[in-house]
């Protein structure tokens, strides 16, 4: 659409400035990813968790996720044809930012996705208040607000009403590994957009092993497993 | 609710872009849907106008062709109101038989009342309102819709409009002089003057891409009919539209019953990028552990602890692309001087880094103070409480709680040297990249263009002052074949710009010294020294008074400049002046910035110049100007006065990618000798003005991202 004809003028602008080069140019993007990826630390001693598809099919094997020394989250966002590990960058109280090796963040409350960075259409935040005791319960009614920038750069809620049911038990298989779980369907609507979210609960401790949840109208939903808890 | 519908709109503007259709369903009817645009690139049907607008802020640009005509519009939405635009036409064999008549025209088109179920909408516009009168013309017209697909206007006009049929002037105004004059000024007197005719149109959305348009006609073409170039068979017109891509509109149509017509037009809208914000996800808040007093504030006392956070910071600051002027550290408080060379959206390069000094200052720094610094002076002075961006980050509205609490102030005194990394001055940076430079609607020619390879150096050397200059390799270009010869009785202190695009189509582009400074309270000063623009070089110094809340910015300017020899090197010819100016500028709100410049011109004449412009929070900003000297119509030559447009959109609107770099253009139907100014770097107002309360709070949406 509209994006085309933009995008054609943005890819004009672009190869005019990116020809151009100079001691004041930006950064190299992957020193901005070690930032992120590694936390502060690793910024400094140039850690580098970054790497390609070889790399990511060689990280989702059983062998080497018993190996790995800290919580690892895998997500797949169809949208952008996209699939990636991250790793923990910081936490604040139950928030928990998720760092993936190109600048992407994902920001997860007790495995409910609460906002995302680096995407482009990112939801910036999620009120869940309601929603939350809602997918542990596996029933009632919530209402979920989730807030976006516009292209102006104003914030813009976005109020949805969501009701929750119950889908049963499901042995969830990750990488050769089965958990108990049940799962939990959040369907929500908010006059003009419908989506559905999905999550996997441990039944012996609540723990969100996977959910399928909807990031925003653009970027549609992303599927969460994690890998190493 | 209201608030609801609002930010569905906007979401449903922000999904269309993206390419997301869930929006498409709920389509708007005919009546309230973006106007189509006729053969003058404004609300129409082919000839004739309609009341319909443009959406708020849509930037239209269109090409039209038919029989000796061509046209190229360049509309905007300076409100959902009004429409106006300024256009470039071709006319073959018009005037001299084998020569293109070239005619620039200003539109306004005013939608004065809304449509109702009941009621039409009406709009009254003015084409070619100032020009050389070829395409003057004037209308009152309304539109209603019927449905979903069928709109149908009727108007009457006046001018061009009312070459055929035409019958007495309703309002007894019969008289309508003849154009005299140079074009440029406003036809007063002609204005609905004459006799008038009626026209009328019909658009039919035969679906949501394609539309079919018939109109009868009351520009009877008397004139091109006169001289022989085009055949009028008959009053209607008739043409099919096809949006290729939304946005995109391709026509082809049948008119005068002799000719086939086609035309094109581009839409876009500043408000609606077509990608969100790429750049990396930001460092995550890093809350500290355990509780106040266990936050020991003895490292402050040790040098050498000090200096390793500021080493942290700058690694952490220059890994976001951002860099370090200054750290003074105490045990409570961190004031930390940011250049900031990336973030286009200045509140989002500030909450970035005060979540990088989260990660980087010891636990007991409560205070962060982030002073933007810009070519070495601090624009101001903006205080966040490390406790509020913990509490904060993940609130979920966290932007409307964090802003109240965040101070907006001047900037503390300059900190002394040991708060300054020891490699920061001197410091050389350069750059080399291509350039275009282009001369727009020349009288002789729609497009002149030069293209080549530009190289920029700066050499800091202490804060403020600095040397830096630009020289050009042309390549390519058609710049130089412009041979006009100037005709102008006042010095030629502009109208010789050919001249230099000819002898000096390579050459020094600028070579300055420039020291800036904050003499005092609210006040910021520059001095300049040296090649200061292509054509002129000397001494300027400026003053501004801008207090960091202020709606109201204050400025004086006084230069002595010398124009340089046509080779753009290191001569100079005879002509030198005393030129300056007393500015102020006004943020009026609502997205519109006044400037008001009154003082002395290249020429020696005396004068104002006044400017609007519309800005949009993203960085857009669109705006026109215009310059009364006591230079006469007659002195001044062709235009009668200067003036034009000028816009700005930030590279970042299209790329995704934050970037300071602007893409900006001013465009003048001509560019004559009265009403000139220097074109001296780095005034003041827009160095400061983005990091001042206005700007800051225009950006707030991006602090956490």
């Keep these: 659409m509209t994006g085309l004809r933009s995008r054609t003028l943005g890819a004009l602008a672009v190869a005019f400035f990116v020809a151009a080069c100079g001691s004041a140019g930006e950064r190299p993007l992957s020193s901005v990813t070690r930032t992120l990826a590694g936390g502060i630390s690793a910024a400094i001693q140039g850690d580098d968790t970054g790497g390609g598809d070889a790399a990511l099919e060689a990280q989702l094997t059983r062998a080497a996720l018993d190996k790995a020394t800290r919580p690892l989250l895998l997500a797949e966002l169809p949208s952008r044809d996209a699939r990636a590990t991250f790793v923990i960058g910081g936490q604040n109280r139950a928030h928990v930012t998720w760092v993936g090796a190109d600048g992407i963040g994902l920001i997860l409350k007790n495995g409910i996705l609460t906002g995302t960075r680096g995407l482009g259409a990112d939801l910036m935040t999620a009120d869940i208040a309601t929603p939350e005791a809602a997918i542990r319960r596996g029933g009632g009614t919530a209402t979920r607000v989730h807030r976006y920038l516009d292209g102006e750069n104003q914030i813009v809620a976005l109020p949805v009403t969501c009701t929750y049911a119950s889908a049963g038990a499901t042995r969830l298989v990750i990488v050769e590994r089965a958990f108990p779980t049940r799962q939990v369907v959040e369907n929500c609507t908010s006059g003009s957009h419908n989506f559905e979210n999905r999550y996997w609960i441990d039944t012996r401790d609540g723990w969100i092993w996977k959910s399928q949840q909807w990031i925003g109208p653009e970027l549609e939903t992303v599927t969460l497993t994690h890998l190493v808890r | ?705």
């Design chain 2, 1 to 705: 609710m209201a608030v609801w519908s609002n930010s569905t709109a906007r979401l449903c503007k922000a999904a269309l872009l993206s390419g997301a259709a869930f929006c498409l369903a709920t389509g708007a009817s005919a009546q309230d849907g973006r106007g189509s645009l006729g053969f003058y690139g404004m609300p129409g049907i082919l000839d004739t106008p309609t009341a319909r607008s443009m959406d708020d802020a849509d930037i239209a640009l269109s090409f039209a062709y038919v029989g000796p005509q061509r046209r190229g519009t360049l509309a905007f939405q300076v409100f959902p109101r009004l429409t106006g635009s300024f256009r470039y036409s071709a006319t073959d064999d018009l005037i001299v038989q084998g020569e293109t008549l070239y005619d620039r025209s200003l539109d306004l088109h005013f939608r004065f009342l809304d449509e109702t179920d009941w009621r039409p909408a009406m709009a009254i516009g003015l084409r070619d309102l100032g020009g050389t009168g070829v395409f003057a013309s004037e209308y009152i017209v309304a539109s209603k819709g019927f449905g979903d697909r069928l709109d149908i206007s009727a108007g009457i006009g006046w001018g061009r409009l009312a070459t055929r049929d035409a019958f007495d002037n309703p309002f007894g105004l019969d008289d309508r002089p003849d154009f005299s004059g140079l074009g440029g000024e406003p036809g007063f007197d002609q204005w609905f003057r004459g006799p008038a005719a009626f026209f009328g149109g019909i658009e039919y959305r035969a679906t949501d891409q394609l539309t079919l348009k018939a109109e009868y006609s009351s520009d009877a073409y008397t004139r091109e009919e006169g001289v022989g170039i085009l055949d009028v068979e008959s009053p209607f017109n008739f043409g099919v539209e096809y949006e290729w891509r939304p946005g995109t509109v391709l026509g082809a149509h049948y008119m005068f019953g002799s000719e086939i017509g086609l035309s094109a037009s581009l839409i876009l809208n500043p408000k609606n990028p077509p990608t969100g914000d790429r750049s990396p996800a930001p460092i995550p808040v890093a809350v500290r552990p355990g509780n106040a007093s266990d936050w020991d504030g003895a490292w402050s006392e040790v040098p050498a602890r000090r200096d390793a956070f500021a080493v942290a910071m700058v690694t952490v600051l220059e890994a976001d692309g951002m860099g370090l002027e200054y750290l003074d550290l105490d045990a409570r408080t961190a004031r930390l001087g940011l250049r900031n060379d990336k973030y286009d959206v200045e509140t989002q390069a500030i909450g970035r880094v005060a979540r990088i000094m989260s990660a980087v200052m010891p636990p007991s720094v409560e205070i962060f103070v982030i002073e933007p610094v810009v070519n070495g002076v601090a624009a101001s002075s903006v205080t966040i409480r490390r406790s509020d961006l913990e509490r904060l980050e993940h609130v979920p509205d966290n932007t409307r709680q964090i802003m109240p609490r965040i101070g907006i102030g001047e900037a503390g005194p300059n900190p002394g040297p040991d708060a300054r990394p020891d490699d920061l001055y001197p410091a050389l940076t350069w750059g080399l990249g291509p350039y275009v430079a282009a001369s727009a609607f020349d009288p002789d020619s729609p497009l002149r263009a030069d293209a080549g390879i530009e190289a920029t150096a700066k050499l800091d050397l202490a804060p403020g002052l600095s040397t830096s200059g630009a020289v050009r390799l042309k390549l390519i270009g058609n710049q130089d074949e412009s041979d006009r010869v100037s005709d102008s009785v006042l010095p030629r202190v502009r109208s010789d710009a050919n001249i230099y695009a000819r002898e000096g189509e390579s050459g020094l582009e600028y070579w300055t010294v420039d020291y800036l400074m904050r003499p005092g309270e609210d006040l910021y000063a520059r001095v300049s020294a040296g090649y200061l623009e292509k054509m002129y070089g000397g001494i300027s110094g400026e003053l501004l008074w801008k207090p960091v809340d202020s709606r109201l910015g204050l400025g004086v300017e006084v230069n002595y400049v010398q124009q340089r020899d046509f080779d753009k090197l290191f001569g100079f010819q005879d002509y030198s002046i005393a030129t300056g100016h007393v500015s102020a500028y006004y943020d009026l709100g609502g997205g519109f910035d006044a400037q008001v410049d009154v003082g002395r011109y290249l020429a020696g004449d005396w004068g104002a110049t006044f400017g609007l412009d519309r800005t949009f929070a993203n960085g857009w900003s669109l705006g026109a100007f215009a310059t009364f000297t006591d230079v006469s119509a007659e002195e001044f030559g062709e235009g009668s006065f200067d003036k034009g447009i000028r816009f700005s959109a930030p590279l970042s609107w299209f790329t995704g990618q934050p970037s300071r770099t602007e893409l900006s253009s001013t465009i003048r139907p001509v560019l004559r000798d009265g009403g000139a100014r220097l074109n001296v770097r780095n005034r003041l107002f827009p160095l400061v003005e983005d990091y001042h309360e206005g700007e800051l709070e225009d950006g707030a949406g991006k602090f956490w991202r």
